[in-house]
Structures are given as C-alpha cells and as structure tokens.
C-alpha cells in the first residue's frame, strides 16, 4: 500500500478514521506506524493528500489534520478487453490494471477460457482487487469494469459504439508488429504523439484468441498486431503491452 | 512451456530423448500428448524446431524425425540491473526478464534489500527459473547472470566499462519522464531508431532505491528517469519498462 484509500463517509472536517482490518493491520504491522506520524491517504473518488496519527487501536486508527489537496492522476485513455483469465492470476492482473490507471476494463469469454472460471469466488472479489491496485498505484478513481460472457454478441452488437480511437488486438500470428503499427501511426499524426496509441487493446489468456475470434474482431475494424516472437505469461504481456502507455502519457 | 528445450546430451541424429521428471510430466499430463504427435522443442544454446513423440514412459519420452533449423530470437540488446527481491516474487521476475529476452541480468545489493534474500534457496534456482522462461518465451539461450552483494565497488569500479550504449535508473523521483528520455533520443537520431533506447537499466526493488544509490549512479553517467506518477509492483514496473524494447525491436 503506497497509499490508504478511505470512503467519504470516513472524514469529517480535518478528522478521518480507518477501521478496515487490512488497512489498520498494514499500518501497524508492516509501517509500524505510531501516534504523531504522517499517513499517505486518499479519499475514494477524491483526492490524495496526508494525515497525521491521532490514535491507534488493534481495531481503529484516529487521523488528524487531514489534508487531501493533490488531484489523482489522469487515467489512461485505455479499455483493456482481457479474456478471463485463471482465478489465481486474476487478481494481480486486476490489481496491475488497476495500478497503470486503465480506464476501463471488460472481463470476457473466449474459446480457451475454461466455462468453470465464471464459477470463480474471484470474480466476487473485484472490488477488493482495485482497492490494493488504487493503493499500489496511488490512485483514487477505479476502473469501470464490465464482464461478458457471450464473445459473439458483444463483439457484434456492441463492440463498436465502444471504440472512441481505434482498436487493436495483441496475437502473436498477427503479420504487422505492434512496432510498425506505431510507426503508421506516428508518420500519420502532428505531434504531440498522444494519440497514435489505440483506445481499446484486446489480450488473450493463455493460448491467446483463436483465428475464429480474430477474424471476428478485424471485422468489427480491430487491428490484429503482434509484439516479436516470444510468448509471455498473460501478466508479463498485460504489463509490457501497458507499458507502452507509459511512453504516451 | 511453449517449447521443450533440452541440452545437447539429450539429441543423436534424428532422435532425442526427454527424462526431465517435470517435462515429462507436462507433456504426458497438461499437452496429455501421444505417440505420433508433434512436439515443440529446442536444444539449448541451440535452434528450435520439432519433433515426433516415438515412445512415452513415465520417466522417460523418446522422440524422433528431429528437426532443429529454426535460430532462436536475437535478444535485446539490453542487461537490466536489479536490486535483489524478495525470494518469492524473483522466481517470476527471472522467468519474465528471460522470456522476454534480457541479454544480461545483474542481480544486486541495495540499501532496501533486506540481507535474508542473499541467503534465500531461490538463488540456488537461477538456472531452473531462467529454463522455465527460455520454455515460456521459446528461447534457448540463456541470459548471462551475475550476482552483485556489494554496491558502491560495482558502480564505481565495474560499471562503466559494461554500459555500451547509455544507462537509465528507473526512479520515481526522477524530473525527466521516460518519455521524454526517449523523445529526446528520437530528435537526436536517425531512423531507425533501433538505439533510442539505453542499453542498461537499474530497476530497484519495493521502495526502490535511495537518493544516495541514484546520486552515486547519476555520477557514473546514468540518467533517473521516471515512467509516471503510477507506482507498480516490482514485477509490473519490470515488465512495463521493458515492454518499451518491444517497440524498437
């Protein structure tokens, strides 16, 4: 936790409390944080700012002479569509997300995720997953997220309303490389560059999307690209695919 | 496993043989593989090619009609510069950094490494997880490797004469952003760009690194910058940075 988000409700005036139990225990555990020390804080949706220790319990933390004046970081003009992953990945996938400040992020069914992940105590778990991601990445605003079970439909009936920038989808069989895609772009656009990026990515999960899948989406104007001859774990390509918003910000 | 990579031992004209209990064990269990099907292999420091399954054992996978004609990736011209993590996120960071194809991995001390890592068993391990990312990332060469326990006789005896093309410090303190870094080498260089990029980074671990380890780099000629207002995980911000030599590849 780079930060501890609180909701509205927990502040009044210049006083705030946290009584989540994670929260209270990373504070007294793993700061050892005393009475009379600074706290990194955020309210929800709000801004970012600073408080200081009024009180410590093994339930409840007293703050004092809350300041939140720091806006949040802008967020990404970025929808990831992800197909589900495994649950055991899920979570530091949504928490990574969350943290590089993608903006939207529908979870969705493709021919390799397995019918069983929907069933999956995970996905009842969301929420918590933004929350650490927000507190990684130093953020108050979460991501919208939607889920999609149904990959035809979606893509058909929906999916193009949705593209604000151009679309791209990651597939390591793809001809153009993600590369030359941004070179188009580039000798296409003025700078600033902020733009030549897509406003919409699409991941596969392990084994990636399978040709049906792709040829659906280029329909729909998606630009299929690949990113070099080697395979990454779902995590590492969801990062270093985002990390190419990093260059762009 | 994207690929199965044996070592040379292993091959005799057009057979070969695989009696590594974990790959066996993939092969016949998650591929649930067949005599007469193709596999995906490589012999390592090697090409990559395929081959047909002849036989399965439980120990013991014999394969023939042998064709290694595929050269493995080049590797990014790149050695990443990390401050020693924890034992469990290392395993995946050295499978990451490997798959993605860091030529060189210099795993160091830094103020925020706690001295227990040093002891860890993982670093016993190097070897397994860097096999595991050349299998993820369908390689056969293996990144060089060196372990760095002390610091400053590093950065100010050694340092120098291994950075070939610029070295940068990923720092979230730094004035100049990633982007701008890059920018700058842009207008200072002709298409293609293959260069802009530096050819060492420094990437710390949890709370990265101090003002004193920046300063004493900064004065060996490397340059902090940092890729946002966004803090990551070790193992995301890892990913994220080099997901940039994607671009320029």
Excluded at 52 to 69: F, G, N, S
Excluded at 76 to 81: A, E, H, I, S
Excluded at 139 to 158: C, G, M, N, Y
Excluded at 227 to 243: F, S, Y
Aim: charged letters at 20%.
């Amino acid at each position: 936790m780079n930060c501890i988000l609180l909701p509205a409700a927990n502040f009044s005036n210049e006083s705030a409390h946290i009584n989540e139990a994670k929260q209270v225990e990373h504070i007294s555990q793993v700061l050892a944080a005393k009475v009379g020390d600074t706290l990194k804080i955020g309210q929800l949706k709000g801004n970012l700012g600073s408080a200081i220790i009024a009180d410590i319990t093994p339930e409840r933390i007293e703050l004092c002479e809350v300041k939140l004046t720091i806006a949040p970081p802008p967020k990404l003009n970025l929808t990831v569509v992800l197909a589900l992953p495994r649950p055991k990945v899920l979570r530091r996938l949504m928490m990574d997300m969350t943290a590089l400040g993608v903006r939207d992020i529908i979870l969705i069914n493709s021919y390799r995720t397995q019918k069983s992940y929907w069933q999956s105590p995970m996905l009842g778990r969301l929420d918590e997953f933004v929350l650490e991601g927000l507190q990684q990445g130093v953020d108050t605003v979460a991501p919208r997220i939607s889920l999609q079970k149904r990959f035809k439909p979606f893509v058909e009936d929906e999916l193009a309303q949705l593209i604000t920038n151009r679309a791209i989808i990651a597939h390591p069989y793809a001809e153009l490389s993600f590369s030359q895609y941004v070179q188009k772009q580039l000798e296409n656009s003025e700078p600033p560059h902020s733009s030549v990026l897509p406003s919409m990515v699409f991941i596969g999960a392990e084994g990636g999307w399978i040709d049906y899948e792709v040829e659906l989406l280029i329909k729909q104007g998606c630009q299929a690209v690949h990113i070099g001859p080697r395979i990454l774990r779902t995590e590492a390509a969801v990062n270093a695919i985002l990390g190419q918003w990093l260059l762009y910000q």
